[in-house]
């Protein structure tokens, strides 16, 4: 399963130019994505989690290629996904990955009757026979716990749960083998919420599917994701698997997420050293390690020299100067200089 | 700690639409005693927020509070004009919304914002006011509030709007501070930091807090009493321990159930089936009894009292009536 | 959906109003001219300035002419003018302004620079250098008022098609590989339909407007040819002896104008899309 990466994303970036304030003015640009590397294996989820604006949707909008990336490859089996050369092959990258939108509202066409809505994929990429088509559409309507009496209504017609679930079909109509799921159930009320999981967790056994999971929740994350990448101001600072991510969390701004959730429990200790400060304008990121500004640990080095993913455990990546040097200097487990770091 | 400072009886809030009376808010009673937290949970569209719109009597037309009382020490607001309900709203009960960023004036300073209210509720010294205002920004944890004063709210980030909302709501040393989601637009790092602040000024100004949230952590961290609403109802009321520890409604079961949890494991997640019902389909039963397990006959007839039980735990299902249901 | 459009419209009491007047204007356009016993263009020169008789209802005018007639066939020329010079306007506008919002960059970039330019014109001047520039007759005023009416269609219509744009489902069809073109004509224009008829409709009121104004200045509908415009130009040398001819075309012009913008008021709020799940 490890062997060959489904989804490679290299070098990612994607930068928005900035409206000049004058004409004189040096044309600025919002680094969305700025470097940001990862694979993704066969059947696995991956889930990429940081706070608004750290570039997490951006980068799966790139992944479905909504945004065209400033530098970088997504290489699909291989194969770049932007590379236009091959018509077939470029079409064909509309069938294997596909995405489930955060906001069940704005993302269902309302002119639309949900058959049709689940359909349209199908028609645009050559399913004719109309007969056919109906059939698809209510075995995916079954698949994703809709009636087939709800073929015939309108979007609003249905609560907001119900609404991810006509998304969801939408989207399993290709037959994809990659799901983008950007926030597919940030909107939702936690009962809700729950049904939406699960059914998710369900329809990847079903069909071995592969999952990019995009969230700001890290229970969530933690609950359905097997690989983890923690992103700061568009850049990744790291990646583990989930049981390594939250039993021993290196990177400083990891361990300050983990410590801010509020978790259900009147007992529970946490929320006790916040993060300070804000999270910088991603026009002017500042230099160096992109987190210095709000690091506890942060040193000279940090403000100068961006910091490079290096492996701290096996499997786990982190992007910070603190284990880097306690490696340097003969350490070996990321776990323990997180220690000597405190 | 055990001063009662508001009661709220049988509260009930109506929306008049095209298609009748829609009840928000159904016979909802609670109290409030001073330096208490008490949140109030329950998904969108259970009438949390319209509750504690109804203590401020800022419900928007169509809306109407038809029936109940709302005692602030003693005195009833629902009998107050809107003179008096004015001196109230700010000086003894305040509010923080969900949306700092359309709560601020964008056309004014904040330090003006903050000042404004002083000057309403009687003071008279513009310099007196200004050093007020400096004194409140440099509380909420602004590190240059003379500069701060004269920002303008879009020159701050979410979280520092969301700061200057709850030093505006505080400057007149309210009573009672209303937070209706105040977290919720927020990223987590910077919801972690307006939460501490609020717990920091419940130490130092004494206030008691209603927090309005859907989130089950945040409540665990930070409130004393719980009260679950669910479709215009409170179905639990309990102190915070209590209710975590022993959640007798079962809802309140399922919701603590479906969230999945940082600190736990799960293969699937428990969750309720079906979906809220919206004010014209409530049940004529119990409410939530079309999506409860634990559903009877009897539930699906009548509607459940809410009982108290030992140790101040209020529940409203039949599960719980005690004897007397036994023998009936 | 149609029920409770029509049940929101109905409520409207002022717009159901305007909506049969329009209709009754429409019938009449259509209709009204074989129910006429005289001819809009015969002169009975005996019989001038004729005030409310039996055998003419609204009295004649200078030439003798029966004023209900003109007035009938009046009704045909300028709602047939209003209707062929705003629908074929708002087909340019509706083209223009897709491609503008849909496509963005330079393209919206040139589309906006032209419209800034069309608008920048006083209104009825444009008009009336368009009919200076082509000449008069009812083909040329209804090309004037088309014209006329392409920079407000369009700059409405993109700035609804950049809302549109930015909605999530139309992502949904990038992502499965629609072409555009049909994501502009299965998505984006039915999705917009609703504010372009309500638009097209308010657009109709000043079209009549336009024409009669045009019309009334010498620069429309020429002589002998029935136009409300023209009338109250011929009729408006005598208005202290025969006021009723220039009452009748006026109260007509105003009728219309006043009904379109109040049926298109009513239709705003039934097709309201925020509205749409109350």
Known sequence: MRDQALLKVENLKVYYPVKKKSITSVRQYVRAADGVSFEVYEGEVFGLVGESGCGKSTTGKAIVRLIKPTEGNILFEGKDIFHKSDKKAYRDFNKQIQLIFQDPYSSLDPQFTVGRIIAEPLVVNGMTDAGQRKERVLELMKEVGLRPDHYDKYPHEFSGGQRQRIGVARSLALNPRLLVCDEPVSALDVSIQAQILNLMKELQLAHQLTYIFISHNLSVVKHICDRIAVMYLGHIVEIAGKEELFSHPSHPYTKALLEAIPIPDPDAACMQETLEGDVPSPINPPEGCCFHTRCRYACDECKKKVPELHEVAPGHFSACHLHQNQNKNGGNHGNQTNRSGK | ?328 | ?278
Not at chain 3, 270 to 278: C, G, I, R
Request: one cysteine or more; proline letters at 5%; hydrophobic letters at 45%.
């Open chain 3, 1 to 278: 959906m149609i029920k409770v459009f029509l049940k929101r419209f109905a409520k409207k009491k002022l717009s159901v109003v305007a909506f049969f007047v329009l209709m009754f204007f429409i019938f009449i356009a259509l209709f009204g001219p074989r129910l006429c016993k005289y001819d809009p263009l015969d002169q009975d020169l005996r019989n001038i300035y004729a005030g409310i008789s039996r055998e003419h209802w609204l009295g004649t005018d200078n030439l003798g002419r029966d004023t209900l007639t003109r007035l009938v066939y009046g009704a045909r020329v300028s709602l047939g003018i209003s209707f062929s010079g705003v629908l074929s306007g708002c087909m340019i506008g509706i083209l223009l302004g897709v491609c503008a919002g849909y496509f963005g960059k330079w393209v919206d970039t040139v589309i906006c620079r032209l419209i800034d330019v069309m608008l920048a014109f006083p209104g009825l001047l444009l008009a009336i250098v368009i009919s200076a520039v082509l000449g008069n007759g009812v083909k040329n005023t209804a090309l004037a008022v088309s014209i006329f009416s392409v920079p407000s269609i369009a700059r409405m219509v993109r700035s609804v098609v950049l809302g549109i744009k930015n909605q999530e489902y139309i992502q949904a069809c990038q992502i499965v590989g629609e072409s555009n073109s049909r994501v502009i004509f299965t998505h984006v224009i039915p999705n917009a339909m609703s504010q372009i008829i309500v638009n097209t409709t308010l657009n109709l009121g000043s079209a009549i407007l336009t024409a009669s104004s045009l019309s009334f200045l010498g620069m429309g509908v020429q002589p002998p040819d029935p136009e409300w415009g023209t009338m109250l130009n011929n009729a408006m040398t005598v208005i202290r002896t025969s006021p009723i001819g220039v009452v009748m075309p006026g109260i007509c012009i105003t009728l219309v104008v006043l009904s379109f913008s109040l049926l298109g008021d009513g239709l705003r709020d039934a097709l309201d899309p925020k509205l749409k799940n109350v």
């Open chain 2, 1 to 328: 700690m055990s001063e009662k400072l508001l009661e709220v009886r049988n509260l009930r809030t109506v929306f008049h639409t095209e298609e009748g009376e829609m009840p928000a808010v159904d016979g909802v009673s609670f109290r409030l005693d001073s330096g208490e937290v008490l949140a109030i949970v329950g998904e969108s569209g259970c009438g949390k927020s319209v509750t504690s719109l109804s203590i401020l009597k800022l419900i928007p037309s169509p809306g109407e509070i038809v029936a109940g009382e709302i005692l602030y020490k003693g005195e009833d607001l629902l009998k107050k004009n809107t003179k008096e309900m004015n001196q109230i709203r700010g000086e003894e009960i305040s509010m923080i919304f969900q949306e700092p960023m359309t709560s601020l004036n964008p056309v004014f300073p904040i330090g003006h914002q903050i000042m404004e209210s002083l000057i309403y509720h009687g003071e008279k010294d513009k310099a007196k006011a200004k050093a007020r205002a400096i004194e409140m920004l440099r509380l909420v944890g602004f590190s240059t509030p003379e500069k701060a004063i004269s920002y303008f709210p879009s020159q701050l980030s979410g979280g520092m709007r969301q700061r200057v909302m709850i030093a505006m709501a505080l400057t007149c040393e309210p009573q009672i501070l209303i937070a209706d989601e105040p977290t919720t637009a927020l990223d987590v790092t910077i919801q972690a930091q307006i939460l501490r602040l609020l717990k920091e000024l419940k130490e130092k100004t004494g206030a008691a807090i209603i927090m309005i949230t859907h989130d089950l952590g945040i409540v665990a961290q930070i409130a004393h009493n719980v009260m679950v609403m669910y479709a215009g109802e409170a179905v639990e009321y309990a102190p915070v321990r209590e209710l975590y520890k022993n959640p007798l409604h079962p809802y309140t079961k399922g919701l603590l159930q479906s969230i999945p949890k940082i600190n736990e494991d799960h293969d699937t997640l428990y969750n309720i089936p079906g979906m809220v019902p919206g004010p014209k389909d409530y049940p004529k039963g119990c409410r939530f009894c079309p999506r409860c397990e634990y559903a009877g006959e009897r539930c699906e007839r009548e509607k459940p009292p809410y009982v108290k039980r030992a140790d101040g735990h209020r529940v409203r299902c039949w599960l719980y009536e005690g004897g007397e249901a036994n023998d009936a």
